[in-house]
């Protein structure tokens, strides 16, 4: 983005002298200067170009500038548009207190002093300008952050399968070297030590196959979402001893695409993982429904809760499953709740929208975990 982009000002006047002046005082800015003769024209106005300040006359027929600042500030687009009034008649402090009541951020009376006007259209011009290289600078800080958790997702899915078809089957040739060996006629004590080897790589081969799962389920890109979370929720149980229920409506769970698909596995995962982690449950509840365009997804645990802390999202306080989780949600331009339960637990809530993923239906995937 270019620093020194031009900005927008516009400037509302019934008398055609005043916006020639306005304009001669403003033009070494070197900014946009639109000119409005009437309120109606300056809602066009707005309407139609990205206005970085307002310069308004009170005192105009048909629609003056305390209505049409209230009409500006109704509309969201326009909730921190800068405006300046400008009043040869309403100059006590009472007009002044229902000019900002009105949203405006400055109000200047005649005569009008050329370096004041100027030093303060500038100065909320350069701020409008500054708001829009963050916001474009956070756009690309989102791209790139949504761009490294892709790889990252790409990079499990190479090496789960890395794990599997190469030390695993390392292993699996070498004990079908220990069970043929075994197979020969060969001393008690010797035998004996020969089921020991096979017995031990029997288990690394299942460790490998569990871990290159856990890394990434095939299920995942094979069957899809609810295979992989079925498989997931069964396992979880087994390795953490929580009993979890889950639940899935309909049966016949669809298909979404890839990136959703992961994303909300992922979520899944990280929540299970920090239920086991952090929250000292005995059990936990998993729930999945696709209702009216959307995905259901509810976690909750009967554990301990969580810190006031983590509730508001404080950097020191969240760990790494949470930031992580908020970084998913970002990339669908969604929204992330956490909160305690009164009888005890935590229940966090995720909603993603799918309509960028599904351009053929709109959709959202609404995710509710519980963890810490």
């Known amino acids: 983005m270019n620093t020194i982009e031009k900005v927008n000002i516009l400037m509302v006047d019934d008398q055609p002298g005043k916006l020639l002046s306005y304009e001669a005082i403003l033009e070494e800015l070197d900014e946009n200067l639109i000119k409005a003769s009437s309120g109606k024209e300056a809602l066009e106005q707005l309407l139609k170009n990205e206005i970085a300040v307002v310069l308004m006359d009170v005192s105009m027929p048909d629609l003056d500038g305390f209505e049409l600042a209230d009409m500006i500030r109704q509309h969201p687009r326009f909730q921190k548009t800068a405006i300046i009034f400008i009043s040869a008649v309403h100059l006590t402090d009472v007009d002044r207190i229902k000019g900002y009541q009105r949203g405006a951020v400055d109000y200047i009376s005649v005569p009008v002093i050329p370096e004041l006007l100027r030093a303060k259209v500038s100065v909320f011009a350069d701020l409008h300008r500054k708001n829009r290289q963050l916001e474009f600078l956070?756009?690309?800080?989102?791209?790139?952050?949504?761009?490294?958790?892709?790889?990252?997702?790409?990079?499990?899915?190479?090496?789960?399968?890395?794990?599997?078809?190469?030390?695993?089957?390392?292993?699996?040739?070498?004990?079908?070297?220990?069970?043929?060996?075994?197979?020969?006629?060969?001393?008690?004590?010797?035998?004996?030590?020969?089921?020991?080897?096979?017995?031990?790589?029997?288990?690394?081969?299942?460790?490998?196959?569990?871990?290159?799962?856990?890394?990434?389920?095939?299920?995942?890109?094979?069957?899809?979402?609810?295979?992989?979370?079925?498989?997931?929720?069964?396992?979880?149980?087994?390795?953490?001893?929580?009993?979890?229920?889950?639940?899935?409506?309909?049966?016949?769970?669809?298909?979404?695409?890839?990136?959703?698909?992961?994303?909300?596995?992922?979520?899944?995962?990280?929540?299970?993982?920090?239920?086991?982690?952090?929250?000292?449950?005995?059990?936990?509840?998993?729930?999945?429904?696709?209702?009216?365009?959307?995905?259901?997804?509810?976690?909750?645990?009967?554990?301990?809760?969580?810190?006031?802390?983590?509730?508001?999202?404080?950097?020191?306080?969240?760990?790494?499953?949470?930031?992580?989780?908020?970084?998913?949600?970002?990339?669908?331009?969604?929204?992330?709740?956490?909160?305690?339960?009164?009888?005890?637990?935590?229940?966090?809530?995720?909603a993603l929208p799918v309509s960028r993923s599904l351009p053929e239906a709109s959709h959202a995937a609404f995710v509710s975990t519980g963890w810490m």
């Open 138 to 350: 956070n756009r690309e800080l989102r791209h790139l952050s949504g761009r490294l958790l892709t790889l990252q997702d790409e990079e499990r899915r190479r090496f789960a399968r890395e794990l599997h078809d190469g030390l695993g089957q390392e292993l699996s040739a070498a004990k079908m070297i220990a069970d043929g060996m075994s197979l020969q006629k060969a001393p008690a004590n010797e035998l004996h030590e020969l089921e020991q080897v096979s017995s031990l790589i029997e288990g690394a081969i299942q460790k490998v196959r569990s871990l290159s799962h856990l890394m990434h389920p095939p299920l995942l890109d094979e069957v899809g979402l609810r295979a992989a979370l079925l498989w997931y929720s069964e396992g979880f149980s087994k390795r953490s001893g929580i009993e979890a229920s889950f639940k899935l409506d309909p049966p016949d769970f669809p298909r979404f695409s890839k990136d959703l698909e992961t994303a909300v596995f992922r979520i899944v995962q990280e929540a299970l993982t920090n239920v086991f982690r952090h929250s000292g449950a005995t059990k936990c509840w998993v729930s999945v429904a696709n209702e009216q365009n959307q995905v259901l997804l509810n976690v909750r645990d009967n554990g301990k809760g969580v810190s006031d802390g983590i509730l508001q999202f404080r950097p020191e306080c969240i760990g790494i499953g949470i930031a992580g989780i908020r970084q998913r949600v970002k990339e669908f331009d969604g929204s992330l709740r956490i909160k305690n339960i009164e009888k005890g637990g935590t229940v966090v809530e995720v």
